[in-house]
Nanobody
Framework: QVQLVESGGGLVQAGGSLRLSCAASGRIYRVETMRWYRQSPEKQRDVVATITSGGSAGYANFVKGRFAISRDNAKNTVYLQMNSLKPEDTAVYYC???????????????WGQGTQVTVSS
């Protein structure tokens, strides 16, 4: 079994910062691309940032220049540094990871349980 556990969410004032973490554990052979998504009420779930196993990162336009994704491959952990937060960043943030559990089976995409980020104006 594989688990993704997020942490670091909370309440922050506009202009503030938060750092989210997501650690993968369990039967892991290799972790490939990791992503952060977010979803606010009555809105679709959007990808926020993506990072490959080699460290190449990509961002949604609405967070470019404010958020930074990084990862620690030794710890199977992905981070999301969120700066200059705005009220519209309020959402539940989810991490995902493409994980091979063995050397011979295909990869599956796993989701964390989500962490609430609330930005007050």
């Amino acid at each position: 079994q594989v688990q993704l556990v997020e942490s670091g969410g909370g309440l922050v004032q506009a202009g503030g910062s938060l750092r989210l973490s997501c650690a993968a554990s369990g039967r892991i052979y290799r972790v490939e691309t990791m992503r952060w998504y977010r979803q606010s009420p009555e809105k679709q779930r959007d990808v926020v940032a993506t990072i490959t196993s080699g460290g190449s990162a990509g961002y949604a336009n609405f967070v470019k220049g404010r958020f930074a994704i990084s990862r620690d491959n030794a710890k199977n952990t992905v981070y999301l540094q969120m700066n200059s937060l705005k009220p519209e960043d309020t959402a539940v943030y989810y991490c995902t990871a493409e994980i091979y559990t063995t050397a011979i089976t295909g990869k599956n995409n796993y989701w964390g349980q989500g962490t609430q980020v609330t930005v007050s104006s």
